[in-house]
């Protein structure tokens, strides 16, 4: 890889512009070029009548100056010279055979000037515009048998001045500026609102009803929108009612079968298999009573996931322990994070559940796990560690999938296959990752990442 395509590459991510500077610089880059090339059409337009306005005052002026000269008495000519040239501008000086003469610029400008000049004075008349390295506009006349210079100075001959022209040019900028970012604003503000409320929603939280007014197109956009979050919303009420209904129309019946086993005259092999399945159908239930539960609201500040993660390790080491596994735990202290206690406990409550049931090790039968949580520049990392066989890296992704499970033959149960979505789906409100890494082996490592909270001064962590 080239460098110039290195730094491409390292350059542009940090270029995230939004939509708005991209509408903005678009709809100023035309208004812009529209302005320039407005300007040039002006130019070019308003050149011929400001070139034969030049000419004319060139040419009245020589014509009043040689003829107040001509009709003046001699003594007052140095008396009018003076005067001219302190209240006009106008220097009236001797032409010269020796002068050395620098024409004008060769432009349709001052081409124009200098033909309607010879025009007007006749064709011996000359235009220079420079007379012995002296700048200025230089225009011969003669009295009698004699040849003389009218000097002009060009800045009094020019019909608009620089700083009038930088004046209107900069005006027309700015206002192309505000005009283009009025525009973009009203483009992108419908956008930008749909763009939170789609946020609030992804989040699980009740969006804020989209103003349904405006033009038609952004208006049946909102209106669609609103009915579509309505009725997401609705489907998911109804979904959890179904599913509490569920649950408790087959836990009824579970417990009940389940206390009619106790009672009967069963072999104590057969009482522990059909325990073993009531187990598991009651482990599948709850996996999707808890996949159907809806996500927790974002804090508006971070809480204390060390704290957090402390309370939740003591509660299953004790439980692993009772099954006769272990769990060993390395929490930094003091990490931040925003995201809902709740949902931070299910999630990890999932990875070590997936643990004890399908990572236990092939030396004793017993889940040994390990559960780590530090910060790794801006994000918090929890790993969950098993000693099982592990998985192949071909089914990782398909394990992500809801109701996927893993290879009964290699792992001995069975379950919902929900666990792992859940912290996916979890995982997603937040703008989380999760990964599993596996090696043959040596076990599968289940890692979540959740951006760091920027804890401010008078911000105090949650617990």
Not at 264 to 279: C, K, M, N
Request: a neutral charge; proline letters at 6%.
């Amino acid at each position: 890889m080239t460098l110039p395509k290195r730094l491409r590459h390292a350059i542009l991510p940090r270029l995230r512009l939004g939509l708005f500077t991209r509408s903005f610089l678009l709809i100023a880059s035309l208004m812009l070029v529209s302005l320039g090339a407005w300007l040039q059409i002006f130019f070019d337009i308003e050149q011929g009548p400001r070139a034969m306005q030049l000419a004319q005052r060139i040419s009245t002026t020589v014509s009043i100056t040689r003829s107040a000269l001509v009709y003046a008495p001699t003594k007052v000519r140095p008396a009018l010279l003076l005067d001219l040239a302190t209240q006009e501008s106008l220097r009236v000086q001797p032409r010269e055979h020796t002068d050395v003469l620098e024409p004008l610029p060769h432009t349709d400008y001052w081409d124009n000037v200098s033909a309607e000049v010879r025009n007007r004075l006749g064709s011996q008349a000359s235009i220079m515009w420079a007379v012995n390295e002296m700048p200025g506009i230089w225009v011969s006349f003669h009295i009698d048998d004699k040849q003389y210079w009218l000097v002009f100075d060009r800045d009094q001959l020019r019909m608009t001045s620089g700083r009038e022209w930088l004046g209107w040019i900069t005006a027309s900028l700015m206002l192309a500026l505000l005009g283009a970012a009025i525009s973009a604003r009203f483009v992108n503000h419908p956008l930008s609102q749909l763009a939170k409320v789609a946020q609030q929603l992804a989040r699980g939280q009740t969006p804020t009803p989209l103003p349904e007014k405006g033009p038609v197109e952004i208006r049946d956009m909102n209106a669609a929108f609103n009915r579509m979050a309505r009725d997401i919303r609705q489907n998911e009420a109804d979904r959890e009612i179904m599913l509490a209904g569920i649950s408790h129309d087959l836990r009824t019946p579970l417990a009940r079968m389940r206390l009619e086993i106790e009672m009967g005259h069963l072999s104590d092999e057969a009482r522990q298999a059909i325990d073993d399945d009531l187990a598991q159908i009651n482990h599948s239930i709850g996996q999707l009573m808890e996949y159907a539960r809806p996500a927790g609201l974002v804090p508006e500040i971070g809480i204390d996931v060390s704290r957090v993660l402390e309370d939740l390790a003591e509660r299953e080491r004790s439980h692993t322990e009772t099954l006769g596994g272990h769990l060993q735990t390395s929490i930094e202290p003091g990490l931040q994070a925003r995201i809902s206690a709740n949902d931070l406990k299910r999630i990890v409550s999932n990875l070590i559940e997936n643990a004890r049931r399908y990572g236990r090790s092939p030396h004793d039968n017993q889940a040994h796990i390990s559960l780590h949580a530090y910060q790794s520049g801006p994000v918090l990392r929890i790993e969950v560690q098993d000693q099982g066989i592990g998985i192949p890296p071909t089914d990782i992704h398909r394990l992500l999938r809801p109701f996927a499970r893993g290879d009964l033959a290699r792992t001995g149960v069975s379950g919902a296959g929900l666990g792992l979505s859940i912290v996916e789906r979890l995982l997603g409100q937040v703008g989380g990752k999760f990964e599993l890494h596996s090696q043959p082996a040596q076990g599968l490592l289940a890692r979540i990442e959740i951006p760091k909270a920027k804890v401010r001064p008078t911000d105090k962590p949650m617990t």
